[in-house]
């Protein structure tokens, strides 16, 4: 079956960096779009951006250009994403999803139908 | 951006009860409508696509309906186990989620 596995909680200090990652497994991991979401707290969800793991094709969000970097390694099945300079406002849930083609249109739309258990991302001193 | 606006907030109801949930896309999304439900302390899950397809395995009680820009999800027959927070989310555009709603027991 289909899994996202991903990496554990970081705690980390303002202006730092942190990388997390998402092992996915159950399915051929290069043929979907890998896109990223967060949760700030009791908030809701805000799409941060979406990497294609056969070609290393990305997209993002205006707001997250600059602030995370998103990469694959295919030989492991992994997708990670670095957040940079980080901020209180960085403090939140971060998700992996699998992207799940919809050509209702006949062009690409994609939804979300797996995600990873979440990474707790704290930024403190 | 495509803006989406989500009623209500929140949510109280009785078991066996009817809820409606609304999402107002700022323009026509085409049916690129999905929509979530997130438990306490879990990563939201799949109930609906395509404004009105149910995901596998998503019980029948709830449905989706809409087009354009006004869509909604409808719990029948309310249970115990649909207390959860409820999100909506454009796809036809990248992506945008709703504000979200928290459904609760009365």
């Known amino acids: 079956q289909v899994k996202l596995l991903q990496s554990g909680a970081a705690l980390v200090k303002p202006g730092a960096s942190v990388k997390m990652s998402c092992k996915a497994s159950g399915y051929t991991f290069t043929d979907y779009w890998v896109s990223w979401v967060k949760q700030s707290h009791g908030k809701s969800l805000e799409w941060i951006g979406e990497?294609?793991?056969?070609?290393?094709?990305?997209n993002f969000n205006e707001k997250f250009k600059g602030k995370a970097t998103l990469t694959v390694d295919k030989s492991t099945s992994t997708a990670y994403m670095e957040l940079s300079r980080l901020t209180s406002e960085d403090s939140a849930i971060y998700y992996c999803?699998?992207?799940?083609?919809?050509?209702?249109?006949?062009?690409?739309?994609?939804?979300?139908?797996?995600w990873g258990q979440g990474v707790m991302v704290t930024v403190s001193s | 951006d495509i803006q989406m606006t989500q009623s209500p907030a929140s949510l109280s109801a009785s078991l066996g009860e009817t809820v409606t949930i609304e999402c107002r896309a700022s323009?026509?999304?085409?049916?690129?409508l999905a929509w979530y439900q997130q438990k306490p302390g879990k990563s939201p899950q799949l109930l609906i696509y395509n404004a009105n397809s149910l995901h596998t395995g998503v019980p029948s009680r709830f449905s989706g309906s809409g087009s354009g820009t006004q869509y909604s999800l409808k719990i029948n027959s309310l249970q115990s186990e649909d207390v959860a927070s409820y999100f909506c989310?454009?796809?036809?555009?990248?992506?945008?989620f709703g504000g979200g709603t928290k459904l609760e027991l009365k």
């Open positions: 323009e026509d999304i085409y049916n690129g």
């Open positions: 990497i294609y793991p056969n070609s290393g094709a990305t």
């Open positions: 999803t699998r992207g799940q083609p919809d050509y209702y249109d006949g062009y690409y739309h994609a939804y979300f139908d797996y």
């Open positions: 989310q454009q796809y036809y555009n990248y992506r945008t």
